[in-house]
């Protein structure tokens, strides 16, 4: 038995590099990273390809090492190179995001040392990091002192906890549902149409509440609405509200659909995935108004704080209410029950083992403070008005002036479908690839959107966007 259980650990030894070995490892990886950095403001936004990343399934999961040369090089032809690029600042569609290499590092460090953030018997530093970093976001929305959160890994999961804690602060029963009415926004994000599937209360009667020219929803029709529901004998008991919608980044009335709820009794939730971190500049403190009026609200620092994929939050008011739904003590966990100065994640989210999310946030926030975060948003505020000027300037047609850094707008062309057209000219975008931009319908017309949050995107790339857009409208023209 001795000599199988040595052969064993001498078989397993490659999982500890030597120092040599990290050196080599880190210094590759070091260099590629370098080189994508390097080469980022001139990459482009888009690349279209044939292969789409097959190449991966040439090189399968196998008994035979590759080494990190080979790997780098599957990564960069077939990760790296299709699809989207969101480290780029062209990246004007969707919500984008960046990641500030500050993040990387920390998540190298939470990688290294493995801390665990779930428990705080476990990992009461780790847990320390994490609830600070939700007091102090609790803090610029106007929660009270005592709200609680959970760092997620975006914001679908936020909106899903959230929406599950309101169901049991309701406490809908199942024989409840068909009688219990939710109020949406036509806008709203559809995660949080998911969250209502996932969380078992497809079977409640969905309100959608029309919108104003702005696309905002309209808190004087929902009062009435809610009103007329409770006098038919229904249960109303939940209203959803964005702070920035990611079709056309409109921010609803919060405070006053906050004051309803509160007169109303119902749970007010807020998706401020895409826009409640710009509280953070002074621009958008009147725009966004009233996020502190809610129950829960979801705000994603892979958004708004620039940060790479996997960062999500969302914060609760009252503990009580995200801890009746998650709290749990299993057996195996007894030891735990002396150490609890802090609140456990786990406690509070459906995830027990996690990633430690707290450093990638931590760490670049401390090392560079909130003065340049709160400078780029506003950027990207001011970034979105002069678009919305210079792209009336070359010919298209506007939505409504942006509430934040989306804007919607579209070509009117000489001859033709207009669909049509704006249609193809975002399909010529993609295929140019130095900028990209998305496209959507809205009240059934195919409108452009350009949504400035990279933080890679400053001037030259709007200009560069207002060029090519002018370019591509022209080709189309002539081709016509
Ligand atoms: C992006 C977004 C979401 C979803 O968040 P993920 O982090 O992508 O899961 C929800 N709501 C709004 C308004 C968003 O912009």
Same mark, same amino acid.
């Given at each position: ?29 070091? $260099?590629?990273? +370098?080189?994508?950095?390097?080469? !980022? #403001?001139? @990459? ?6 044939? &292969? =789409?990343? *097959? ?117 809908? $029963?199942?024989? +409840?549902?068909?009688?219990?009415? !939710? #109020?949406? @926004? ?6 949080? &149409? =998911?969250? *209502? ?120 008011? +009252? ?15 007894? &030891? ?145």
């Amino acid at each position: 038995m001795l000599n199988k259980i040595k052969e064993l650990e001498k078989l397993a030894r490659p999982l500890e590099p030597l120092p040599a070995e990290r050196d080599h490892l880190f210094s590759k990886v070091k $260099k590629y990273t +370098d080189n994508f950095l390097e080469k !980022i #403001y001139d @990459s482009p936004a888009f690349v279209t390809t044939e &292969d =789409k990343g *097959i190449g991966l399934y040439d090189s399968p999961i196998s008994e035979t090492p590759i080494d990190i040369d080979q790997a780098l090089n599957l990564i960069e032809y077939n990760v790296d190179r299709p699809g989207l690029n969101p480290a780029s600042g062209g990246h004007l569609g969707y919500i984008p995001g960046g990641g500030i290499p500050h993040s990387a590092y920390g998540d190298f460090l939470a990688a290294i040392t493995n801390r665990y953030s779930g428990v705080f018997f476990a990992g009461p530093g780790a847990v320390r990091m994490e609830n600070m970093l939700l007091d102090w976001m609790a803090e610029i929305i106007g929660y009270p002192k005592g709200s609680v959160g959970n760092l997620t890994s975006g914001g679908s999961v936020a909106n899903l906890i959230g929406i599950v804690t309101a169901r049991d602060a309701h406490n809908l $029963k199942a024989k +409840d549902l068909e009688k219990s009415v !939710i #109020y949406l @926004s036509e806008q709203v994000h559809h995660s949080v &149409d =998911k969250a *209502i599937r996932i969380g078992g209360l497809k079977e409640c009667i969905i309100r959608y509440v029309p919108l104003d020219k702005r696309y905002r929803m309209q808190a004087e029709v929902l009062e009435p609405t809610i009103l007329a529901d409770k006098q038919a004998g229904l249960n109303p008991w939940l209203v959803v509200a964005s702070a920035g919608t990611t079709d056309t980044g409109a921010v609803d009335p919060l405070k006053e659909i906050g004051d309803i709820a509160e007169r109303q009794d119902l749970w007010f939730h807020i998706d401020g995935a895409y826009g409640a971190f710009f509280i953070l500049c002074d621009e958008a403190q009147e725009i966004l108004q009233g996020m502190e009026t809610s129950d829960s609200i979801v705000m994603d620092p892979h958004k708004g704080l620039f940060l790479p994929y996997g960062s999500g939050a969302l914060l609760v008011k +009252d503990r009580q209410k995200l801890l009746d739904t998650h709290y749990y003590m299993p057996n195996y966990l007894q &030891d735990t029950l002396n150490s609890r100065d802090e609140l456990s994640p786990a406690d509070l989210s459906p995830e027990l083992t996690k990633h430690f999310r707290g450093l990638r946030l931590w760490l670049p926030l401390k090392l560079l403070g909130l003065a340049p975060f709160r400078a780029c948003l506003e950027e990207k505020i001011w970034l979105a008005r002069y678009f919305y000027e210079k792209v009336q300037e070359i010919g298209f047609e506007v939505g409504p002036y942006p509430d934040l850094s989306v804007v919607t707008y579209r070509y009117i062309p000489k001859h033709g479908d207009v669909n049509e057209f704006n249609q193809k000219l975002v399909q010529e975008i993609h295929k140019d690839g130095r900028i990209f931009i998305s496209s959507t319908i809205i009240d059934d017309n195919i409108t452009l959107r350009l949504a400035a949050l990279a933080f890679r995107t400053h001037l030259n790339t709007i200009d560069l966007t207002l060029e090519i857009l002018k370019e591509r409208v022209k080709f189309l023209e002539r081709a016509d």
